[in-house]
T-cell receptor, first 114, second 113 residues
């Protein structure tokens, strides 16, 4: 089945810097890659997603890139702000995965200091 | 439009007790999922359902049962709670296609003493 690895597990940046979180996946058939942000005590919230027919997607300060050949995808946050501090999860879905359930990475705790 | 609603939000149980967690969605989604979240482990799939009357096992199904009698509801049961089941439980739902986002409920924080 699909396996998703996420790095780093913790990331500390200064306000205004950029942050990059990387994930790799194992199933070449995976075709959907969402990123979730989870604040302490809250639900995971979808912040951006990318499908396998697209190499890059951007939404204001957030962007995601996908390299299907290398089977990795990355989240880029520019001009970070303290409210970006949270745990970020990448995930992947493969049509071969029963129930098309999300397979999550273990998360990255991002801390943005002002 | 409430999205995905989970009840209860918090619960404390004693070892051996049973309980049922309820998930309700009003988006007419076919697929529904139960995940558990533990520190450092991310979210792991317990059981899922691809439609009314169907259920299937996920990655960590032992000790749990589920039912999907109505399309909008997905119930997670613990027949005999164990301390290892102390966790935060999230329900999610989505449309049928594999490239559609999943929408999460607010979670149920469950402690087993």
């Amino acid at each position: 089945g699909e396996n998703v690895e996420q790095h780093p597990s913790t990331l500390s940046v200064q306000e205004g810097d950029s942050a990059v979180i990387k994930c790799t996946y194992s199933d070449s058939a995976s075709n959907y890659f969402p990123w979730y942000k989870q604040e302490l005590g809250k639900r995971p919230q979808l912040i951006i997603d990318i499908r396998s027919n697209v190499g890059e997607k951007k939404d204001q300060r957030i962007a995601v890139t996908l390299n299907k050949t290398a089977k990795h995808f990355s989240l880029h946050i520019t001009e970070t702000q303290p409210e970006d501090s949270a745990v970020y999860f990448c995930a992947a879905i493969s049509p071969r995965q029963a129930g098309t359930a999300l397979i999550f990475g273990k998360g990255t705790t991002l801390s943005v200091s002002s | 439009n409430a999205g995905v609603t989970q009840t209860p939000k918090f619960r404390v149980l004693k070892t051996g007790q049973s309980m049922t967690l309820l998930c309700a969605q009003d988006m007419n989604h076919e697929y529904m999922y139960w995940y558990r979240q533990d520190p450092g482990m991310g979210l792991r799939l317990i059981h899922y359902s691809v439609g009314e009357g169907t259920t299937a096992k996920g990655e960590v199904p032992d000790g749990y049962n589920v039912s999907r009698l109505k399309k909008q509801n997905f119930l997670l049961g613990l027949e005999s709670a164990a301390p290892s089941q102390t966790s935060v439980y999230f329900c999610a739902s989505s449309y049928t296609y594999s490239n559609q986002p999943q929408h999460f409920g607010d979670g149920t924080r469950l402690s087993i003493l």
